[in-house]
């Protein structure tokens, strides 16, 4: 589990094992666009503010995991015990 920020809508919840960060977030009443949830389409995409992320989509590229700026909801997760995100 790990916790996360959306930073914009001042919520902050722990994302459990087997549950997502998006799916953990709307449930919170954050809005996060979706389409695919499955990490293909990028529609999720948001810029990491702090944290690392463990990115699981094949949207970005290996330079852009990298480089930790933005992270899809929908399947990463989080390499660090918090993840806060521009959303
Ligand atoms: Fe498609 Fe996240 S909804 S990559």
């Given at each position: 589990?790990f916790?996360?920020?959306a930073?914009?809508?001042?919520?902050?919840?722990?994302?459990?094992e087997?549950?997502?960060?998006?799916?953990?977030l709307?449930?919170?009443?954050?809005?996060?666009?979706?389409?695919?949830?499955q990490?293909?389409?990028?529609?999720?995409?948001?810029?990491v503010i702090?944290g690392?992320p463990?990115?699981?989509?094949?949207?970005?590229?290996?330079?852009?995991?990298a480089a930790?700026?933005?992270?899809?909801?929908?399947?990463?997760r989080?390499?660090?015990a918090?993840?806060?995100?521009?959303?």
């Open positions: 589990a916790t996360l920020e930073r914009r809508s001042g919520v902050t919840v722990l994302v459990p087997g549950r997502s960060a998006a799916q953990v709307m449930d919170a009443g954050v809005a996060v666009p979706l389409s695919c949830e990490g293909i389409c990028g529609t999720c995409l948001v810029a702090e690392v463990e990115h699981r989509d094949e949207y970005q590229t290996d330079e852009e995991k930790n700026t933005h992270m899809t909801p929908c399947c990463s989080a390499r660090s918090r993840l806060v995100l521009d959303l």
